[in-house]
């Protein structure tokens, strides 16, 4: 089993940056594909960025394409996403997710089986 913990949403103006962590334990994260995905109120749960085991290869949505990158640190086991530029429509519960269903880097939601409890970012206008 994996257990994922994010940190580091809260509340920001127009144009401000915050920088989400998500701290992995349990099995070797360090082999997993990982990914940040977020849900806005009444919509689906959307992928926002999702990077390799190795961190060589990551996908980001177009939303957020030069605004936002992701990172990781397998020695201390986190995964990060960097977020600039942000505008209200990026207001969202965060999420953190791992999968050991794949050894490539995944965009598709349904590949990923390990799920942390969100972190909610609100961007005000």
């Known amino acids: 089993q994996v257990q994922l913990v994010e940190s580091g949403g809260g509340l920001v103006q127009a144009g401000g940056s915050l920088r989400l962590s998500c701290i992995a334990s349990g099995r070797t994260f360090s082999t997993y594909p990982m990914g940040w995905f977020r849900q806005a109120p009444g919509k689906e749960r959307e992928s926002v960025a999702t990077?390799?085991?190795?961190?060589?290869?990551?996908y980001y949505a177009d939303s957020v394409k030069g605004r936002f990158t992701i990172s990781r640190d397998n020695a201390k086991n986190t995964v990060y996403l960097q977020m600039n530029s942000l505008n209200p429509e990026d207001t969202a519960v965060y999420y953190c997710?791992?999968?050991?269903?794949?050894?490539?880097?995944?965009?598709?939601?349904?590949?990923?089986?390990?799920w942390g409890q969100g972190t909610q970012v609100t961007v005000s206008s």
């Open positions: 997710a791992a999968t050991d269903r794949m050894y490539g880097n995944t965009f598709r939601i349904r590949d990923y089986n390990y």
């Open positions: 990077i390799s085991w190795s961190g060589s290869s990551t």
